[in-house]
């Protein structure tokens, strides 16, 4: 459909050829071993630097940036909270502009917007699932902490069925107060957004290179894309820093968060727990290391 | 009169502990009759894993609250304080909770003839080597114990909180008296033990006990603050439209190859620091892309060195690496700089191989993986050169 | 002072208009949007302002126009598109009314924060509940406070041109603030009348292009916006916003003087208000919007009888051209403020306008007799005979300056 330049990624095959070099630096004030943050990293090293980024309100926003410091080398902007589908669609509408209009050189220019559970999940679904109706170049990353970590932990749409988090605390009444299933936002971007030919979801540590091949699919096939990440969370999930990777891997392999893309309409799981060493693990062994 | 106690804490492992210590002065100080208001650093809050934080308790046995609330509450950040708790000895080494606060000494607030008061293993001597100077004399208080970290959700419950009330008691009986302690320990919780923690730390840090827990420190000692305190900008410096330049692009390989953000440094963050072994290492990446905080500089030969300004010791590293003791995360106040370990190896291993197995020691912590549950320490080895023992299979997983 | 009606002198320059066309206060803005040779357009219905959104998606199908033309989920995305969009260097042009314009309040606000300048226009209308479509100005003065540029104009000539002229004031780097464009919902939104349409030379010839230089978001100018602050910066950012609103001022003149140099005198000194017979008179009103034909035709008629009134209609009213308006308004010995918006329960309940111009007067040495009328609210028309009634009463005011009845209601059944 259009003739615009594109970036030519070269598939990630294994950890050895991950780029080293970093666009989202040291010196942000996220939590120790924050998973969000490797998500963050992971994202802009696929993408790499011609690549213009809006971050929503929330956690990473908060934590990310100590004003007047950054951690980012590419250039970055603040949206509101309901506001990543717009950000995108804004910055993508205004760089296809002025390259027809010859005010800028023409060029691919990414656009990624990142938001949290509680923006692109609950309050910026609607502006999501605009800009996933629309036909520019952007990828929209939900980073899915499974709360609002940065007020310190309330529920949200995808929080999960149980969960005590500072709305949904346990009381001598009510020994449950999170009687809401976990709301399957990528599932129901996917089926709704014709326009929308990739979506998919994974995690940004395992298995190791699945989500950095993941952004690069998602840019490469052009349009709107979306990814949602699970992102385990120590604050919220209190569980040691040291091990965000094993409860993100342990989601995955109890089946919990499963992972799989969806391209141009077709589910492909891309890591099956059923099929994986032994099958799946009891949930148990990944509910139990969480506080 | 007001008394101005400071709880220094970490982040969310001991927000509930800060806000305990601070109500619970409050709580003491009134039944004494005195007029008393606690409250926390705003700034601080959303608050972050590991991240150093204050509570903040005031205390007048004249004052009217009014009064009292004006002098100390209408600020975020106190200017003085009369007992300044450490509830992690690591926070010794200076503070900075967000950009362009600066590495902080941990006494900065301490008053004349204040107290500083630490949780540590560790001696007088040995953490003075951490500690700025001061222009005067202060006490240096040492209860003997280790940090007490536990979660947002999960309580530790190891009677740090009751011995910190004992230990004020002991520092300064006019801000709370160990006997209005006691009385309201055992009234709140009916549980004796926990007055008796209380009275325990107040009796190890009377003058008479044995060994003296509390010392005086003198303006000579401690270290020259090596740390710049930022000087903040006029509103006609900054950039227009709360716009800030991005981190300069830039990357090399090797020690501090990669650009980073120079106006937030995060090492005040981390108790513990990664100690590598740089000839067990497999060279398999994975310490490098797990680091949520990018701290690994990728070296020519195929190792990744450590900036430690930047390292938070969230112990990623460590757990993800899949041979055994090559990365073993060790007590942060062994370490007297931040220098390249890299360097060091390169420079001379077999020196570097010996100052890092003297730096791990033999105690192994490790942690289970809910917060808070205590720890387990098991004696470790050391490796002969080149050995290398794995200890986890990562699962090969072709996408 | 002069008097002037921005529509009564115009052709002086030759060449400068390419054509003339009947188009309502909507089509003019469209006309408008097309010659200042917008990026990107962001849209989402609701009455009366849609129209402008129709006459430019009609105008990029019928190729006279080349823009992205977003058609928006909600106000707040619609504002936050057309933020974003500014902030990668584009001209970018967004609009509302009444309740939608309050629906994306928080993406208003943060625009103007993030001291970005693209152009909105307001086509006035009352606030839900209950449902209705007519004026009332409460929507467009609710970013009043924000850093806002903020203008009413009161014919569709008008309108055009000050598509231009906003985007001028707005993107001058001494300013940098978005601009809000008022007009009457329906009087001026639906009005038609025939309108001198600039050539696109002469358009562009006074409007440069937009150059957000050294704050453009594009990977060749790395740069971070808007990271989260602490207290140590907040109020450094504000005093930075509080001096470019206050920098505008000058930046309004200077554009009209830019604009009257291309397309002959068509706007008189001190631009931000009108004064119309006032040379001598002893009482005015003074409003914003539409209110000024009923008002300035109540002027000749009363006139006619001998009754020096005059009428100040005010085209700026952010930032509020204070010692402009001190100096003119202290001459009288009445005056009288037309709010066609409401404030209730603020002081003396009055309307929002008042207060701004009673606060304006507060350091005056010669402080004028001043009352206040709440009129045409939701849409209710202003008629020639309320006008003329509005002027008794400021009369009566002159004579006795403490009046029982500060706030008088005019048009209301009771």
């Not at chain 3, 990026?39 to 190729?63: N, Q």
């Not at chain 3, 704050?215 to 207290?231: G, K, T």
């Not at chain 3, 920098?247 to 002959?264: M, P, Q, S, T, W």
Request: charged residues 25%.
């Amino acid at each position: 459909m259009s003739t615009a330049p594109t970036i030519d990624y070269e598939k990630i095959k294994g950890v050895h050829k991950i780029p080293l070099e970093e666009l989202y630096t040291s010196g942000h004030r996220t939590c120790q071993g924050c998973e969000s943050a490797t998500t963050m990293r992971g994202f802009i090293k696929s993408a790499g630097s011609r690549t213009v980024v809006t971050g929503a309100t929330g956690c990473m926003y908060v934590a990310n940036t100590s004003y007047m410091t950054t951690p980012w080398i590419v250039p970055w902007m603040h949206t509101q909270l309901g506001a990543g589908g717009s950000s995108a669609v804004g910055m993508a509408a205004g760089l296809r502009a002025l390259k027809r209009k010859g005010k800028i050189k023409d060029e691919k220019i990414n656009v990624i917007n990142f938001s949290g559970d509680l923006g692109a999940g609950d309050m910026g679904i609607g502006g999501i699932s605009a800009a996933l109706q629309s036909d520019y170049d952007l990828l929209i990353i939900m980073y899915d902490n499974e709360s609002a970590a940065n007020t310190d932990i309330q529920a949200t749409g995808s929080t999960t069925y149980g969960a005590q988090t500072t709305f949904t605390p346990p009381g001598t009444k009510h020994s449950i107060m999170q009687r809401r299933w976990k709301k399957n936002v990528a599932g129901m971007l996917a089926v709704g957004h014709p326009t929308c030919r990739y979506v998919a979801t994974a995690c940004a540590t395992f298995p190791p290179t699945d989500y950095l091949n993941k952004v690069r699919k998602a840019l490469e096939i052009g349009g709107p894309t979306f990814i949602h990440t699970y992102d385990p969370c120590p604050k919220g999930w209190d569980y040691h820093p040291r091990y965000s990777n094993e409860l993100g891997e342990l989601g995955i392999k109890c089946g919990i968060y499963p992972l799989y893309e969806v391209v141009d309409g077709n589910v492909i799981y891309t890591w099956d727990a059923r099929k994986s060493g032994k099958g799946r693990i009891p949930v148990k062994e990944f509910i139990s290391k969480q506080g | 009169m007001i008394k101005r106690v400071e709880v220094n804490y970490r982040g969310i492992f001991q927000k509930n502990l800060g806000k305990k210590i601070g109500s619970d002065i409050v709580m003491i100080a009134s039944r004494m009759g005195q007029k008393a208001f606690s409250n926390g650093r705003y700034s601080d809050s959303p608050e972050r894993n590991g991240i150093p934080c204050k509570y903040f308790a005031f205390v007048s046995p004249d004052l009217a609250e009014e009064e009292l609330e004006a002098e100390c509450g209408a600020k975020l950040e106190i200017d003085e304080a009369n007992i300044s708790v450490v509830l992690d000895d690591t926070m010794c080494k200076g503070v900075e909770p967000w950009g362009w606060h600066g590495i902080r000494p941990i006494n900065e607030r301490v008053v004349k003839d204040g107290c500083l008061l630490v949780f540590s293993r560790k001696s007088h001597d040995e953490l003075l080597k951490f500690i700025g100077k001061k222009p005067y004399s202060y006490r240096l208080a040492i209860l003997d114990g280790d940090a007490s970290l536990a979660g947002l959700w999960v309580n530790k419950d190891d009677l740090t909180h009751e011995r910190t009330l004992g230990g004020i008691a002991a520092i300064d009986p006019s801000v709370i008296s160990i006997e209005a302690v006691e009385a309201y320990l055992l009234e709140k919780t009916k549980d004796k033990r926990r007055a008796d923690a209380a009275r325990a730390a107040y009796e190890s840090l009377r003058q008479e006990a044995k060994p003296p827990r509390v010392q005086t420190v003198t303006p000579n000692e401690g270290i020259d603050w090596m740390h710049e305190i930022p000087v903040l900008p006029k509103w006609f410096e900054m950039q227009e439209g709360a716009v800030v330049p991005a981190v300069k692009r830039g990357f090399e390989m090797g020690p501090r190859g990669q650009t980073r953000n120079p106006g937030f440094k995060r090492g005040t963050t981390k108790t513990q620091r990664p100690a590598v072994r740089f000839d067990l290492c497999t060279k398999c990446t994975l310490c490098w892309a797990e680091c949520p905080d990018e701290c690994f500089d990728p070296t020519t030969d195929g190792f990744y060195d450590i900036d430690y300004q930047y390292c938070v010791g969230c112990g990623k590293c460590a757990q993800v690496c899949p041979v055994k003791e090559c990365i073993v995360m060790v007590d942060e106040l062994r370490f007297e700089d931040d220098s390249s370990p890299w360097e060091h190896w390169k420079k001379d291993s077999q020196d570097y191989i010996q100052w890092v197995e003297d730096k791990k020691g033999k105690d192994r912590v490790s942690y289970p993986v809910v917060t808070g549950k205590g720890m387990t320490v098991t004696q470790g080895e050391v490796m002969p050169e080149g050995k290398i023992v794995p200890v986890r299979r990562t699962e090969e997983v072709e996408v | 002072m002069s008097v002037a009606i921005a529509t009564a002198k115009s052709d002086q320059s030759d060449g400068v208009y390419e054509r003339e066309d009947l188009l309502n206060g909507c089509q003019a803005v469209a006309q408008g949007v097309c010659l200042a040779d917008v990026d990107v357009i962001a849209a989402y219905p609701i009455r009366p302002y849609t129209e402008v959104m129709d006459a430019l998606s009609k105008l990029i199908a019928d190729g006279k126009f080349d823009a992205e033309y977003i058609i928006a989920d909600s106000e707040h995305s619609q504002f936050e598109i057309v933020k974003h969009a500014s902030s990668v260097n584009a001209r970018a042009f967004g609009g509302s009314s009444g309740t939608g314009w309050m629906y994306g309040m928080e993406a208003l606000v943060v625009t103007a924060t993030d001291r970005l300048p693209p152009l909105f226009v307001v086509g006035n209308r009352a606030l839900d509940d209950p449902g209705a479509f007519g004026v009332e100005h409460n929507d467009a003065m609710a970013v009043r406070d924000m850093g806002w540029l903020l203008c009413w104009v009161t014919t569709p000539q008008e309108a055009l041109e000050h598509v231009l002229i906003g985007y001028r004031i707005a993107e001058d780097k001494k300013v940098r603030m978005p601009m809000g464009l008022a007009m009457d919902g329906a009087f001026l939104t639906h009005s038609q009348h025939m309108v001198k349409i600039p050539s696109v030379e002469a358009a562009k010839k006074f409007l440069p292009q937009y150059d957000l230089a050294e704050r453009r978001l594009h990977p060749d100018n790395p740069i971070s916006v808007a990271p989260q602050a602490n207290e140590d910066w907040v109020m450094e950012i504000r005093r930075q916003n509080w001096e470019a609103a206050k920098r505008a001022r000058g930046v309004i003149k200077d554009a009209y003087k830019e604009f009257n140099d291309i397309f002959g005198d068509r706007y008189a000194a001190p631009y931000y208000f009108d004064e119309f017979m006032t040379d001598d008179a002893e009482v005015v009103l003074i409003g914003v919007g539409t209110v000024a034909s009923p008002a300035r035709t109540a002027v000749r008629r009363l006139r006619e009888k001998g009754q020096k009134v005059g009428y100040v209609n005010l085209r700026w009213f952010r930032p509020f051209p204070t010692v402009e308006l001190r100096d003119s308004l202290s001459r009288f010995k009445a005056v009288g403020v037309v709010d066609r918006d409401f404030a209730h329960g603020s002081p003396d309940n009055c309307g929002i306008l008042m207060h701004e111009v009673r606060s304006c007067l507060y350091p005056a040495k010669n402080r004028p007799a001043i009352v206040n009328f709440m009129g045409g609210l939701g849409g209710r028309d202003l008629s020639i005979a309320d006008a003329q009634k509005m002027y008794d009463i400021t009369q009566q005011a002159a004579k006795n300056d403490s009046m029982d009845e500060f706030v008088t209601w005019i048009g209301l059944r009771e």
